[in-house]
């Protein structure tokens, strides 16, 4: 039996040292789980209650029922989705007295002390279930405050609720009552619709009925003279060929309609519709322009194939609500629109109050786009390595599909970037696509992918890219808060636990970037910084009995933590080996930078395992074999050689075709799957915790894309040494 998985299993048994193959079996089977899917568009209400800043809910009912009585109570109701019997940590801070029931068992109810600063979070662990969970949180007015948040403990971890009632089954929120003097007898849950239970719920979820008569555009955008503003629906035209069909109904204001992408009416005034067209066979997208002179506007037809209604469809395939129809505007009437271009729903479009996105003919409601694929559209830093690896690997094995695949994922990034930003500040802070870029507090939310983006666009056209590094620069540069010397620490993060520390992690969550972005400029500064940095990390997390480093220093108790963490170390030798591959080779801090490569790589051979495995903890073999700090001291090992940074290369040698080994044989299974990388960390001053707690996850992103990166030099290497061979007996 393996650490991991029964030998008889490993990559190793079916393809020995064919680098190739082993790329191959990875990265195909991480594409494959990982499809390019669309994201989730969802009704959303902007009057409920919104995410904040630090991505918890947040509702203080005094705003919203300012009429609301001392001893008064409000109710909220949400669901939440559990793909497995787990436990979750969440936080809660009290305005005054709340009491939050989970599947009908009351979970936590505040005290005094909970409740004497608004501002205090309190940690609230909660077992769920698999499948959906319901939450009531029960809220009581005070002369001190009416209110609460609740939500993730940690800032910008994506945990969201949805709306619980069939009414509003797929809108993201809670549904809220209003201010009752008595508690409730029975709290609502799974099953339940809110005409079931009997009572008013907000936020409102139709139109009054004043609004109710008046045109959709007129309800949604006022009366705005000289404007107009887009409808858009879609519907299946089932003739075969270019059939006939007619459109009946109404319009109040100019009109123009377009089918399939093309005219089929206009009128310059108020009137009935009745009109035949001829539409090419299947789902077509329908759209309307609609203009507002002063007075009611808005429209209203039907489409029939003979005396069948052809049902009109969302664009989006929205749910949470049942309206076909999303709307845009308003725009000036002298607006020249490209109907074509507005269709593009990974962007916000510039109309008369500013950037806008489409909305429902429902109060205040807008449509939002959730990226709910696992892996694929995001922006992460894993993730930012995890490519960097597919790209080279599928280079290596000349799979244009997995490139492409690449090209497509960091274009979403760069299709979204405006949209994200614009939903920051539309909704509150917490996006639901690039909640990480759009709220960068930390260089794990920009360096890592910021790099990869960079590196895909020195390889392929991408649209937009130098925007956002751009904006990513701008941060590390001048936002990044720094020590006195200009070194990078952590501080005023979301994440409270990491305030006033220096991660060894940071040097790959800020080095490489500014290494491609030095090329990509040309200014020194940014080489220079990234220089810096090596100099200002090695000072205070450096352990020279062992020539490694340690994974964390605290300025609060101005003492390193003294553990050799594996995947620390990786990241700092690897990101060492990226500045040493670009920085000029009369830099002033070069020699004392290769002093510090050699002096890293002489550390980590002399803790190697006879298996060809680095551990969890670098200095004891009772941890276990780690696979992403394996794979990047394979990497960094096999660059210094190709580059001659190292001056005595042979037992780096065989000390990269042995971890090569080792990872084939103890990580990497028969099916691609990636065993033995450490999950995300937090620090601790004893190994304890990253023997025993910070334990490996099964195909982690920390570390698929180190594995593929160090195959790839593996590949690099044999060539090399190859080729150095024949130089030699020609010589």
């Known amino acids: 039996m393996g650490f991991f998985f029964e030998d008889h299993n490993c990559m190793f048994e079916r393809v020995g040292m064919q680098v190739e193959k082993t790329l191959e079996g990875v990265s195909r ?131 969201y609720f949805l709306m619980p009632t069939p009414e509003r089954d797929g809108q993201e929120g809670w549904i809220f009552t ?16 809110e005409k079931d239970t009997g009572i008013k719920w907000f936020p409102e979820l139709t139109w009054d009925k004043a609004r109710l008569k008046m045109g959709q555009l007129e309800r949604i955008f006022g009366l705005a003279p000289n404007t107009v503003a887009i409808g858009w629906a879609k519907a299946f035209f089932l003739q075969p060929g270019n059939g006939r069909y007619t459109l009946t109904g109404h319009h109040n204001g100019p009109i123009a309609i377009h089918i399939a992408g093309r005219e089929v009416y206009r009128s310059a005034a108020s009137g009935r519709l009745a009109t035949t067209v001829k539409v090419p066979f299947g789902q077509q997208d329908v759209m309307v322009r609609s203009g507002c002179k002063g007075s009611p506007w808005g429209f209203d037809f039907t489409i029939k194939n003979g005396s069948d209604l052809l049902p009109f469809t969302s664009p989006c395939s929205i749910v949470g609500t049942s309206e076909p129809w999303i709307y845009l505007g308003p725009f000036a009437s002298s607006d020249k629109l490209e109907l074509a271009s507005l269709k593009d729903l990974h962007k916000v479009t510039p109309c008369l109050l500013g950037d806008t996105y489409w909305r429902v003919d429902l109060p205040d409601t807008w449509v939002r ?37 690449i090209v497509d994922h960091i274009q979403y990034c760069c299709d979204t970037f405006h949209y994200a930003l614009w939903d920051k500040k539309q909704y509150g802070g917490a996006t639901a696509v690039h909640h990480l870029l759009s709220s960068i507090d930390s260089l794990d939310d920009c360096g890592s992918f910021g790099s990869v983006l960079l590196e895909v ?31 990078f620490f952590r501080k005023n993060l979301m994440h409270i636990f990491h305030e006033d520390t220096m991660w060894v992690d940071d040097l790959y969550m800020s ?58 170390n990786g990241w700092a030798v690897f ?42 903890v670098l200095n004891a073999t009772d941890s276990y074999p780690e696979s992403s700090c394996t794979s990047m001291f394979i990497y960094a090992f096999a660059r210094g050689i190709q580059y001659g940074w190292l001056e005595a290369p042979a037992a780096y040698i065989r000390a990269v075709f042995k971890g090569w080994e080792g990872l084939n044989r103890i990580s990497i299974d028969k099916d691609g ?59």
């Open 511 to 568: 080095v490489p970037f500014l290494c491609r972005y030095y090329q990509l400029t040309g200014d020194n500064k940014y080489v220079d910084d990234a220089a810096r940095q090596f100099i200002g990390f090695k000072k205070h997390l450096f352990i020279p009995g062992l020539k490694v480093m340690s994974h964390v220093y605290d300025f609060k108790r101005q003492m390193a933590t003294g553990v050799p963490w594996g995947r620390g």
């Open 673 to 731: 799957n990636v065993h033995g990388v450490c999950r995300g960390s937090e620090f601790s001053f004893t190994p304890e915790y990253y023997k025993k707690e910070l334990l490996w996850n099964l195909n982690d992103t920390h570390g698929i894309g180190i594995v593929l990166l160090a195959g790839v030099e593996v590949l690099k290497l044999g060539k090399h040494l190859a080729e150095s061979t024949v130089a030699t007996r020609s010589r």
């Open 178 to 193: 209003e201010p009752m003097s008595a508690e409730l007898a029975t709290l609502p849950g799974a099953g339940l619709s």
């Open 369 to 405: 786009p959730y990226n709910e694929n696992p892996l694929f559209g995001r922006w992460n830093y894993p993730l930012g390595v995890t490519l960097y690896g597919l790209l080279h690997s599928a280079k290596a094995i000349g799979s244009t599909e997995i490139q492409q695949y």
């Open 29 to 159: 089977r991480y594409v494959g789980v990982n499809p390019s899917n669309p994201p989730t568009y969802r009704a959303y209400s902007k009057r409920g209650i919104l995410r904040g800043r630090d991505y918890r809910y947040e509702v203080d009912f005094n705003r919203f029922f300012p009429g609301a009585e001392t001893e008064q109570f409000v109710y909220a109701w949400a669901k939440y989705w559990g793909n497995c019997e787990t436990e979750l940590k969440f936080d809660v801070s009290c305005y005054g007295p709340i009491v939050i029931d989970c599947n009908g068992q009351v979970i936590f109810k505040s005290n005094i002390f909970h409740e004497r600063d608004r501002n205090d979070r309190h940690s609230v662990i909660i077992a769920l279930k698999a499948g959906w969970n319901h939450f009531v949180i029960r809220f009581k007015k005070t002369p001190a405050g009416f209110g609460g948040k609740f939500g993730t403990w940690l800032g910008k971890l994506p945990y």
């Open 575 to 616: 990101s060492l080996s990226e500045l040493l591959a670009v920085l000029p080779e009369k830099h002033e801090l070069r020699p004392a930078l290769l002093t510090m490569f050699r002096e890293l790589c002489e550390g980590y051979l002399a803790l190697q395992d006879e298996a060809g495995m680095w551990h969890q």
């Open 457 to 487: 666009a020195q390889h392929f056209e991408v649209r937009g890219f130098k925007e956002i590094a751009d904006f990513v620069a701008d941060y590390i540069t001048n936002k990044q808060i720094r020590r006195p010397d200009g070194t």
